[in-house]
């Protein structure tokens, strides 16, 4: 025990130390490389992060050279992939999925001079090791409400990929969002088990229209749950990574739409420049990280007020998680007028007060 | 025209040449597959073949890899070969090497953070068990009760996947993984971590045992009764019975064999490379290696020769998708390809091709 806690501290000064001494030379020209778990096209998440890396390529023109992998799998190939980045010159590798967070740390170990960037993960073992997420929990606040408002059967649904702490958020903020302008509102969770499966998500949005909810969330990339509600006339949803325009104006109303240009361009720039440190991102819709897509198809108030709860979150004025909260079980989560501290939303495991059923284990 | 003539015996040359002749043909077809893509081909075929192995700036690291990548599926494929000769089709061996990491890396979570030597050695035979478990499945539904072990051995690898998700997320989740899904990593633990026996070569316990498993392989196709059973099992099923071959001891057998290297597999994966339980922890090595199998004959020496070649174009193309920026469908349909083409010209291992100009059908 005693030995564990003296290298626990250990580590900790070594990060410590690194922060301080993280800044680089000015580079002439930025090898920036991406590893995708998914291909380029596939609609979600790994297209809205090759869109990002085609607008560093935009951006700096010829000071930048960049490169991809897409369809790389998690764990052993993802390590392989990441060495031949690094050995093959890259200066700065993206690694753009959670599953990426052991190898990148391992690669990282052996290319102390290659920059490593981590999407959504929270290990960040050496100095060449950065995170970066974005607060997707602030765009469920905003669908949440016109969730609330929309709901006729007061039944919403949501398609749910895994019980880890991301996805558990997005229900939470959703929820509260859309009890906070309609007390009745009950939130119907289903358990996917993937990220994308086409057929999987349309069974899920499937049994939830039969249930009776007319309102349905995801946490799943594909559009597939968009073509069942499709069918049923009055069951509206929300696209999910990308505006999934194609669904407008019904039943796709509005979207969360990841945006990882601005995070890209800066991270790259400040390797050209010389400025780049090691760090911990997770930025919002006011970074412009998370973005709302258009609103359609729902009444002028209903968008008046999911404009609104926008607006604040930007303007740092409204946060989704704002006290009095309990958690599912009745205890104190959140006194009065407090916010949930990151680390709280990090490490979340629990629902809030007022939502049916279990978190699977 | 030409016709077909089935030849009394299989060609002794042909056997060899055919899988040369087929990897020819893919490079010329993938050529212009890469070709009509607009990229070169030759440095495409190259960056595929060639890098991988002798690139100065890759080769130090990829050659080891091409141990690491060949190893589960030699292993496992292996196993395979031995039912396949014998006609026992066990299609399973995905859920088996799932299975068998399961066990093997719960053992190991069981002891951290202790250290002992019997650790690793626990672990291994866990993981074998928990391979032979899973395919005693299909396998005694078969003797009892005829079911279809090709359909049972298959889905039982869904049910597989859906207790590895279960597993990451909950009885095997690391507690200090800030409630993620996943284990611990066991290539950080090192008792029961299968690292690099020599540093720098790529060769643990996995590959080790995958080229134990060759030679056990071949010694028991060439010189055991038990290789014949097999071989006459599948080569004339009324004449093994005549020879007093129990059919369902063999499939029970087989099934066993196969399950525990699969499981063997996987546990080596999760100890070594993969290092942890992760919902996205199978990787497809169960299924790529029936291909293996096929691709080396069900031979144990051209399954070690299949095996390396698969693990090339899998490292190899990895390369060329990010050298050449070749999208990773192009490099699934090469793969695609030489299969095609290893199945095409077998034909020429059985058959005679005729040119028949004039002479009428007799």
Same mark, same amino acid.
């Given at each position: 025990?005693?030995?564990?806690?003296?290298?626990?501290?250990?580590?900790?000064?070594?990060?410590?130390?690194?922060?301080?001494?993280?800044?680089?030379?000015?580079?002439?020209?930025?090898?920036?490389?991406?590893?995708?778990?998914?291909?380029?096209?596939?609609?979600?998440?790994?297209?809205?992060?090759?869109?990002?890396?085609?607008?560093?390529?935009?951006?700096?023109?010829?000071?930048?050279?960049?490169?991809?992998?897409?369809?790389?799998?998690?764990?052993?190939?993802?390590e392989r992939v990441l060495t031949q980045m690094a050995l093959s010159g890259c200066n700065i590798v993206f690694a753009t999925s959670f599953g990426f967070m052991d190898a990148t740390n391992a690669v990282a170990a052996k290319f102390p001079n290659v920059m490593f960037e981590h999407a959504t993960g929270y290990k960040r073992e050496h100095p060449n090791v950065s995170t970066y997420n974005a607060r997707f929990y602030e765009g469920r606040a905003v669908i949440g409400t016109i969730a609330g408002l929309m709901t006729k059967s007061n039944k919403i649904g949501y398609i749910a990929s895994f019980p880890i702490p991301e996805v558990i958020m997005g229900i939470n903020a959703a929820y509260l969002a859309a009890k906070k302008v309609?007390?009745?509102?009950?939130?119907?969770?289903?358990?996917?088990?993937?990220?994308?499966?086409?057929?999987?998500?349309?069974?899920?949005?499937?049994?939830?229209?039969?249930?009776?909810?007319?309102?349905?969330?995801?946490?799943?990339?594909?559009?597939?749950? =968009?073509?069942? =509600?499709?069918?049923?006339?009055?069951?509206?949803?929300?696209?999910?990574?990308?505006?999934?325009?194609?669904?407008?104006?019904?039943?796709?109303?509005?979207?969360?739409?990841?945006?990882?240009?601005?995070?890209?361009?800066?991270?790259?720039?400040? =390797?050209?420049?010389?400025?780049?440190?090691?760090?911990?991102?997770?930025?919002?819709?006011?970074?412009?990280?998370?973005?709302?897509?258009?609103?359609?198809?729902?009444?002028?108030?209903?968008?008046?007020?999911?404009?609104?709860?926008?607006?604040?979150?930007?303007?740092?004025?409204?946060?989704?998680?704002?006290?009095?909260?309990?958690?599912?079980?009745?205890?104190?989560?959140?006194?009065?007028?407090?916010?949930?501290?990151?680390?709280?939303?990090?490490?979340?495991?629990?629902?809030?007060?007022?939502?049916?059923?279990?978190?699977?284990? | 025209?030409?016709?077909?003539?089935?030849?009394?015996?299989?060609?002794?040359?042909?056997?060899?040449?055919?899988?040369?002749?087929?990897?020819?043909?893919?490079?010329?077809?993938?050529?212009?597959?890469?070709?009509?893509?607009?990229?070169?081909?030759?440095?495409?075929?190259?960056?595929?073949?060639?890098?991988?192995?002798?690139?100065?700036?890759?080769?130090?690291?990829?050659?080891?890899?091409?141990?690491?990548?060949?190893?589960?599926?030699?292993?496992?494929?292996?196993?395979?070969?031995?039912?396949?000769?014998?006609?026992?089709?066990?299609?399973?061996?995905?859920?088996?090497?799932?299975?068998?990491?399961?066990?093997?890396?719960?053992?190991?979570?069981?002891?951290?953070?202790?250290?002992?030597?019997?650790?690793?050695?626990?672990?291994?035979?866990?993981?074998?068990?928990?391979?032979?478990?899973?395919?005693?499945?299909?396998?005694?539904?078969?003797?009892?009760?005829?079911?279809?072990?090709?359909?049972?051995?298959?889905?039982?690898?869904?049910?597989?996947?859906?207790?590895?998700?279960?597993?990451?997320?909950?009885?095997?989740?690391?507690?200090?993984?800030?409630?993620?899904?996943?284990?611990?990593?066991?290539?950080?633990?090192?008792?029961?971590?299968?690292?690099?026996?020599?540093?720098?070569?790529?060769?643990?316990?996995?590959?080790?045992?995958?080229?134990?498993?060759?030679?056990?392989?071949?010694?028991?196709?060439?010189?055991?009764?038990?290789?014949?059973?097999?071989?006459?099992?599948?080569?004339?099923?009324?004449?093994?019975?005549?020879?007093?071959?129990?059919?369902?001891?063999?499939?029970?057998?087989?099934?066993?064999?196969?399950?525990?290297?699969?499981?063997?597999?996987?546990?080596?994966?999760?100890?070594?490379?993969?290092?942890?339980?992760?919902?996205?922890?199978?990787?497809?090595?169960?299924?790529?290696?029936?291909?293996?199998?096929?691709?080396?004959?069900?031979?144990?020496?051209?399954?070690?020769?299949?095996?390396?070649?698969?693990?090339?174009?899998?490292?190899?193309?990895?390369?060329?998708?990010?050298?050449?920026?070749?999208?990773?469908?192009?490099?699934?349909?090469?793969?695609?390809?030489?299969?095609?083409?290893?199945?095409?010209?077998?034909?020429?291992?059985?058959?005679?091709?005729?040119?028949?100009?004039?002479?009428?059908?007799?």
């Amino acid at each position: 025990m005693h030995r564990r806690s003296l290298l626990t501290s250990a580590a900790a000064f070594g990060l410590g130390l690194s922060l301080a001494t993280g800044a680089f030379a000015q580079m002439d020209k930025v090898k920036a490389c991406f590893v995708y778990v998914g291909p380029i096209n596939d609609g979600g998440w790994t297209q809205q992060h090759h869109a990002g890396a085609t607008a560093v390529a935009e951006t700096y023109g010829d000071k930048v050279e960049m490169v991809y992998q897409e369809n790389v799998p998690e764990g052993a190939d993802a390590e392989r992939v990441l060495t031949q980045m690094a050995l093959s010159g890259c200066n700065i590798v993206f690694a753009t999925s959670f599953g990426f967070m052991d190898a990148t740390n391992a690669v990282a170990a052996k290319f102390p001079n290659v920059m490593f960037e981590h999407a959504t993960g929270y290990k960040r073992e050496h100095p060449n090791v950065s995170t970066y997420n974005a607060r997707f929990y602030e765009g469920r606040a905003v669908i949440g409400t016109i969730a609330g408002l929309m709901t006729k059967s007061n039944k919403i649904g949501y398609i749910a990929s895994f019980p880890i702490p991301e996805v558990i958020m997005g229900i939470n903020a959703a929820y509260l969002a859309a009890k906070k302008v309609n007390p009745d509102a009950t939130m119907n969770v289903i358990w996917a088990y993937t990220w994308y499966d086409p057929a999987k998500e349309a069974d899920a949005a499937k049994a939830m229209i039969e249930q009776g909810v007319d309102v349905i969330m995801q946490h799943t990339d594909s559009t597939a749950p =968009m073509a069942e =509600m499709a069918k049923t006339p009055g069951i509206i949803g929300f696209g999910q990574a990308t505006d999934m325009a194609d669904y407008k104006p019904t039943p796709r109303v509005s979207s969360i739409i990841d945006n990882w240009a601005p995070y890209y361009i800066k991270r790259v720039g400040e =390797m050209l420049d010389g400025t780049y440190t090691q760090g911990d991102a997770w930025e919002g819709i006011a970074g412009g990280e998370v973005q709302i897509g258009e609103i359609t198809g729902v009444p002028d108030d209903v968008k008046a007020a999911a404009e609104a709860v926008r607006d604040g979150i930007a303007a740092g004025t409204l946060h989704p998680f704002t006290g009095p909260i309990n958690k599912q079980d009745g205890s104190a989560w959140l006194a009065e007028g407090q916010t949930a501290p990151d680390g709280d939303l990090l490490g979340m495991n629990f629902y809030v007060e007022g939502i049916a059923g279990d978190i699977p284990k | 025209m030409f016709t077909l003539e089935k030849r009394p015996n299989p060609s002794r040359f042909w056997t060899v040449a055919t899988p040369v002749l087929a990897v020819v043909l893919t490079m010329i077809a993938g050529g212009i597959m890469f070709a009509m893509l607009g990229k070169d081909p030759v440095a495409a075929i190259r960056t595929i073949f060639w890098d991988p192995l002798f690139d100065p700036q890759f080769a130090s690291y990829s050659r080891p890899q091409l141990l690491v990548k060949a190893g589960p599926l030699i292993l496992i494929a292996i196993g395979l070969s031995l039912g396949f000769r014998a006609g026992i089709w066990n299609i399973g061996a995905e859920g088996q090497y799932i299975m068998g990491a399961i066990f093997g890396a719960a053992v190991g979570l069981a002891f951290y953070p202790d250290e002992h030597w019997f650790i690793l050695p626990l672990m291994v035979l866990a993981g074998a068990f928990g391979g032979w478990l899973w395919a005693m499945i299909p396998a005694i539904l078969r003797t009892r009760f005829r079911t279809n072990e090709i359909l049972v051995s298959l889905l039982l690898v869904y049910v597989a996947q859906s207790i590895l998700s279960s597993m990451a997320l909950g009885a095997l989740r690391n507690p200090e993984g800030g409630g993620f899904p996943g284990s611990r990593n066991l290539s950080q633990y090192p008792a029961a971590a299968n690292l690099e026996l020599v540093a720098g070569t790529g060769m643990h316990w996995g590959v080790v045992a995958a080229f134990m498993a060759v030679i056990a392989a071949y010694v028991l196709l060439q010189r055991h009764i038990l290789g014949f059973h097999i071989r006459l099992a599948g080569q004339a099923p009324r004449a093994a019975r005549f020879a007093g071959v129990n059919p369902d001891r063999l499939v029970l057998l087989c099934f066993g064999v196969s399950g525990a290297l699969a499981g063997l597999a996987g546990l080596f994966e999760v100890a070594g490379p993969a290092g942890q339980i992760s919902i996205d922890f199978a990787s497809g090595y169960g299924f790529t290696a029936i291909i293996v199998a096929f691709l080396g004959r069900l031979n144990p020496i051209g399954i070690l020769l299949a095996g390396l070649l698969m693990a090339l174009t899998y490292i190899g193309g990895e390369l060329a998708q990010f050298m050449l920026g070749l999208p990773s469908a192009a490099i699934q349909a090469f793969q695609g390809m030489l299969l095609f083409f290893l199945l095409a010209v077998d034909l020429l291992t059985n058959y005679r091709i005729r040119w028949a100009f004039g002479r009428a059908a007799g």
